[in-house]
Nanobody
Framework: QVQVVESGGGLVQAGGSLRVSCAAS???????????MGWYRQAPGNQRELVAV??????KYADSVKGRFTISRDNAKNTVYLQMNDLKPEDTAVYYC?????????WGQGTQVTVSS
């Protein structure tokens, strides 16, 4: 099994920055086979949406965060980071981390990010 735990959410003013982290732990064998890690978010009343994903060779971003958010990964620590700059009130959501291993997704519990105007 693989466990995924997010950290680093909080309250920030519009225009500010925040970094959230996500650490995967568990089976050494499965972690070695981990393909992608990514971030999704869900605001009240909205569906969960992709924010950014990183594989071993590429990154992908939602259009709404391009140029403001950066996803990075530390393979040695099985950790993925999301640096969020120039935050806007519409970025307010619960941010979920997901790790994909052999076609199965492992989700974290989520971390709240609130951007005040």
């Amino acid at each position: 099994q693989v466990q995924v735990v997010e950290s680093g959410g909080g309250l920030v003013q519009a225009g500010g920055s925040l970094r959230v982290s996500c650490a995967a732990s568990g089976s050494t064998v499965r972690l070695a086979l981990m393909n992608s890690m990514g971030w999704y978010r869900q605001a009240p009343g909205n569906q969960r949406e992709l924010v950014a994903v990183i594989t071993k060779g590429s990154t992908k971003y939602a259009d709404s965060v391009k140029g403001r958010f950066t996803i990075s990964r530390d393979n040695a620590k099985n950790t993925v980071y999301l640096q969020m700059n120039d935050l806007k009130p519409e970025d307010t959501a619960v941010y979920y981390c997901v790790a994909e291993v052999l076609g199965r997704d492992y989700w974290g519990q989520g971390t709240q990010v609130t951007v005040s105007s």
